[in-house]
């Protein structure tokens, strides 16, 4: 989830292609134009899997412009990629780079969900990624092109982790927020770990988005903090209308809540609504 242009973004999944929405207020929403299609992906087919789908999308501002990064799959058994376009604005167009940013690369590693963060305090970028079935996160630090690898950080994977890490600062704590569990089930859900720097080490804090009675599997999320008043908010999707532990089936919904903070920093356990 994303503020500007007067705007809020978000950048669901999207299978074939992706897009963005956008809303003035958090609650009505508007599919804009297609940002990027498998179709314009030139290097999409050189893994020689029969199908393809994009899912996974972290838009993120540098160097005056946008940066759209993006799973590849299919995954496990089939390598997985991250790649990355160059977008003209919030709203797209974006254009490949012309090359995956990162591979598969086995040692039960799955190149899936990245997440890109800028340190506020130097400016530089680190791209997250990695989960599922090897349930290990990786970070690297990006060139300032940000589409290219500068090194990679020896990170720590931290507790309940399994995919699609979010990393923000506040108050000069870094949170790594993630999800744990399985995506089909209840178990899915959102948990958290801070550090004194973007690399860790880090320090197990926490569930922040668990199922309950009516809402199952929480998962994959945003964070954002709103540039008009401040306030921090929490973008994620869940099963709505299902019954029992799991596995679920159909769709599943996005939803955004408020994130609140305790006095000591912790992020307080949000009730889903």
């Not at 996974?56 to 991250?82: E, F, K």
């Not at 012309?98 to 890109?116: C, Q, S, T, W, Y």
């Not at 401040?230 to 994130?259: F, N, S, T, V």
Request: contains cysteine.
């Amino acid at each position: 989830m994303e503020a500007g242009d007067g705007r809020y973004w978000i950048y669901p999944t999207g299978g074939n292609a992706l897009f963005a929405w956008s809303s003035p207020d958090m609650r009505q929403w508007q599919r804009g134009a297609r940002l990027l299609s498998l179709d314009a992906i030139g290097w999409i087919g050189d893994d020689g899997a029969p199908r393809h789908f994009l899912w996974a999308p972290d838009m993120v501002a540098a160097n005056g412009g946008w940066y759209l990064y993006y799973s590849v799959g299919p995954q496990n058994p089939t390598p997985s990629r991250i790649g990355v376009a160059l977008c003209q604005s919030l709203a797209g167009p974006c254009a490949d780079s012309g090359k995956p940013l990162i591979h598969d690369g086995g040692n039960r590693f799955e190149a899936i969900d990245p997440a890109v963060f800028v340190d506020p305090k130097d400016g530089t970028a680190y791209l997250y990624a990695g989960g599922s079935a090897g349930a290990r996160l990786r970070a690297w630090v990006l060139k300032p092109d940000m589409i290219s690898l500068d090194r990679e950080l020896q990170v720590a994977t931290p507790q309940h982790f399994t995919e699609g890490a979010f990393m923000f600062e506040r108050g000069g704590t870094y949170y790594l927020s993630y999800s744990s569990g399985k995506w089909r089930d209840a178990s899915y859900s959102v948990h958290y770990a801070t550090a004194a720097a973007p690399t860790g080490p880090w320090s197990y804090a926490g569930a922040i988005l668990a199922s309950d009675a009516t809402y199952k599997g929480p998962g994959h999320h945003a964070v954002l903090r709103d540039p008009k008043d401040g306030r921090w908010y929490i973008a994620y999707h869940r099963w709505e209308g299902q019954r029992g532990d799991g596995p679920y089936a159909g769709q599943r919904r996005i939803a955004i809540q408020p994130l609140a903070f305790a006095a000591d920093g912790a992020i307080l356990p949000i009730r889903m609504e």
